[in-house]
């Protein structure tokens, strides 16, 4: 019954490690997102996919890259992941039509690169 | 760029004390003004505000929008432990690839004491 599903939950890696994110949704949304919530609580989108294309890329460092096999998913993959990328990376989703902006958020991944 | 400012960034009350918390934004074709809950985990949506002037509410929690001044009010009356939380407002732009994108404020840290 979840709507929006992350996985893992929780992520502890090491300096220079490569791993991925997952993101789905059941809700028939075609639009994803993925924001990264720092240690001060504060979020800020990263990428936004809407039906499979790319349309928002933040300034965001070219290690991070989303990727979308279809609609209902949204995988985050880090290369060489550093000490600031710590955070907790939340998966959304929206309708995408212009009046319907309300964002659904997955439960969240906490990262902590050691 | 775009700009969402919440205040005060905490704020600590009683049990059955009224709060409003504030949130003014900056967006380049604003559409709509958004307000989440945070609790451990994910936001989740409480209210969309669009039009101005116009009250939400949904039990003890109303919620309105001045697009003259750029400011919207979140108001819990009858506060109670569970109302803890950090209160999120988001803007969201009218037009183009942005009228996916959400910029979020930092947030208001609510605390209610017994």
């Known amino acids: 019954d979840t709507a929006v599903s992350q996985t893992p939950k929780y992520l502890v890696t090491q300096m220079g490690n490569d791993k991925s994110i997952k993101c789905e949704q059941n809700?028939?949304?075609?639009?994803m997102y993925w924001y990264k919530q720092d240690s001060k609580k504060f979020l800020k989108i990263m990428f936004s996919y809407n039906n499979k294309e790319l349309i928002i890329n933040e300034t965001v460092p070219n290690r991070f890259s989303p990727k979308s096999p279809d609609k209902a998913h949204l995988n985050l993959h880090i290369n060489s992941l550093e000490l600031g990328d710590s955070a907790v990376y939340f998966c959304?989703?929206?309708?995408?039509?212009?009046?319907?902006?309300?964002?659904?958020f997955g439960p969240g991944t906490r990262l902590t690169v050691l | 760029e775009d700009k969402v400012v919440q205040s005060p960034l905490s704020l600590v009350v009683h049990e059955g004390d009224t709060v409003t918390l504030n949130c003014s934004y900056e967006?380049?074709?604003?559409?709509?003004l958004l307000w989440y809950k945070q609790e451990k985990k994910a936001p989740t949506f409480l209210f969309m505000l669009t039009s101005s002037g116009i009250e939400k509410k949904s039990g003890r929690l109303s919620s309105i929008l001045d697009k003259k001044e750029l400011f919207s009010i979140l108001n819990i009356t009858a506060t109670q432990t569970g109302d803890s939380a950090i209160y999120l407002c988001?803007?969201?732009?009218?037009?183009?690839?942005?009228?996916?994108?959400?910029?979020f404020g930092k947030g208001t840290k609510l605390s209610v004491i017994p």
């Open positions: 967006v380049t074709n604003f559409r709509s």
């Open positions: 809700l028939g949304h075609d639009t």
């Open positions: 988001a803007g969201t732009p009218e037009k183009g690839a942005g009228s996916y994108q959400l910029t």
């Open positions: 959304a989703s929206s309708q995408g039509r212009r009046d319907l902006n309300e964002q659904f």
